[in-house]
């Protein structure tokens, strides 16, 4: 069973999204592609940074799942 944690989009880097989690001594944003996220969404990449999102963990660390909040 994967866990649901809460993160936020920073900024758009590219193609790419900047990822962090949702809490103020978070670790250095992850890059995971835009595309990919707003689609899973319904939102157009530009759309993304400042968005509160779910996202399942994956046991080799990587999130997947994404849901707006």
């Known amino acids: 069973m994967s866990e649901r944690v809460k993160v936020k989009v920073v900024l758009l880097f590219g ?3 900047e ?3 949702d809490a103020e001594d978070a ?3 992850v ?3 835009a595309a ?3 689609g899973a969404v319904g939102l157009e990449p530009g ?3 400042g968005r509160r999102l779910w996202a399942d963990v ?3 660390g990587r999130l997947s799942g994404w ?3």
């Open 15 to 17: 193609d790419q999204a």
């Open 19 to 21: 990822v962090t989690a």
């Open 27 to 29: 670790a250095e944003p």
């Open 31 to 33: 890059r995971y592609p």
């Open 36 to 38: 990919e996220i707003a």
């Open 47 to 49: 759309e993304l940074p």
């Open 58 to 60: 994956g046991e080799d």
């Open 67 to 69: 849901q707006l909040v």
